[in-house]
């Protein structure tokens, strides 16, 4: 009989990872900036490899556009018979946002619900200990604490286990949370030489794949608004781009709170991504426009919607990308009336405030 043989374990040398996938992560980040425009993420590509030698005689530039139509990341399967990404390249994307800005969240073997303080119907086990209930299934019932109450009860002489002895484990409650994600295209998101259109869409996207990975049971809707305010698909993400708009917040959350009124979670929020105040509201198929300062017409209506909110149970989390010490007045007053959250930020940690936010809130809704 043939025995085993041992012998010292040698670990393999680790790789840094393929030269097309080192060339792939900065193109996704390239394909962000430029919404979707792969011909120009392609010639900045160029550039960056005659500056920096991304490439080498072994493998070139050429390899790599080759390569990443090869692997179904690019197309030229359309009408206008240009190179545009496939759902691939938008999936991998995601993730890669997600890796970036929540790379330090533990995945969870189970996915799809937010745990609560509360016990009822649930699909994990809790360490909680009950008497039976007409409806327990077998696998609730603790069959450890259930022949001891049963030892106890009828000794070991007449050892019986009756419906009296048993006792089940509690299962954790679940939540389901519906979500609306308001991101800000007026100008001013690209203004001052600033790329703020970029970071939030990356947010966005980390956002999507969270909720499709972790918790499949959510919602999660997309606004964006400027002059208008309307809904896009989480595949449109990448394509987003900023608009000579003004910031019709009030369009924004007439919007989020019509989608969340369709939904039957109890559970309901609004994340809004935005830099600057609102200057815009439609009245009819008129605009009315104030840029200069806080105009009292706009920020009233404005402070109308958030108070509603309160209302209906349903917290705002503000994102400001700005630090203008009357823009700050205006957040900490829409806060206020609300009862929601504000963060101002930088484009540096958006993500990771995001997310924590994003937890919080499930928590302390319940009710």
């Not at 993730?95 to 073997?109: H, N, T, V």
């Not at 007026?186 to 980390?206: F, N, W």
Request: proline share 3%; glycine share 8%; aromatic share 10%.
């Amino acid at each position: 009989m043939k025995g085993f043989h041992f012998s010292q374990y040698v670990p393999p040398e680790q790789k840094s990872g393929s030269k097309f996938d080192q060339l792939l992560n900065i193109f996704q980040q390239l394909l962000l900036i430029t919404s979707g425009d792969v011909e120009q993420a392609m010639a900045w590509m160029n550039q960056l490899d005659r500056q920096y030698s991304l490439t080498d005689d072994k493998y070139g530039m050429g390899d790599f556009f080759e390569e990443l139509k090869q692997k179904g990341y690019l197309t030229e399967e359309n009408q206008e018979g240009r190179l545009v990404m496939t759902p691939k390249s938008e999936q991998t994307i995601r993730r890669s946002a997600l890796d970036e800005i929540f790379g330090k969240l533990k995945r969870s073997k189970a996915g799809g619900n937010h745990q609560t303080p509360y016990t009822g119907s649930g699909d994990e086990l809790s360490s909680d200990l009950r008497s039976y209930q007409f409806g327990d299934t077998l696998e609730q019932i603790s069959m450890t604490e259930s022949i001891r109450n049963a030892q106890i009860n009828s000794g070991l002489d007449d050892f019986r286990l009756m419906e009296r002895d048993l006792e089940v484990t509690e299962k954790e409650q679940k939540t389901q949370t519906s979500t609306v994600l308001m991101i800000d295209i007026s100008h001013s998101m690209i203004l001052y030489g600033e790329d703020r259109i970029t970071p939030a869409k990356k947010v966005a996207l980390a956002l999507v794949e969270l909720v499709k990975q972790k918790y499949p049971k959510d919602t999660l809707d997309i606004v964006v608004f400027g002059n208008d305010a309307w809904q896009i698909q989480a595949k449109e993400l990448p394509y987003l781009e900023v608009g000579p708009y003004h910031t019709n917040t009030v369009a924004g959350l007439e919007l989020a709170m019509d989608l969340l009124r369709r939904r039957k979670n109890k559970n309901k929020q609004i994340f809004m991504i935005t830099d600057g105040k609102p200057t815009c509201l439609k009245e009819g198929i008129r605009y009315y426009k104030n840029s200069f300062g806080l105009d009292r017409k706009v920020v009233g209506k404005t402070l109308t919607l958030a108070a509603q909110c309160r209302r209906l149970d349903i917290p705002i989390t503000t994102f400001m990308i700005a630090t203008d010490p009357y823009l700050k007045q205006f957040v900490q007053e829409f806060t206020k009336v609300n009862n929601g959250r504000a963060y101002y930020s930088g484009l540096q940690g958006l993500g990771n405030m995001m997310f924590e936010d994003f937890q919080r809130n499930r928590r302390k809704n319940i009710k």
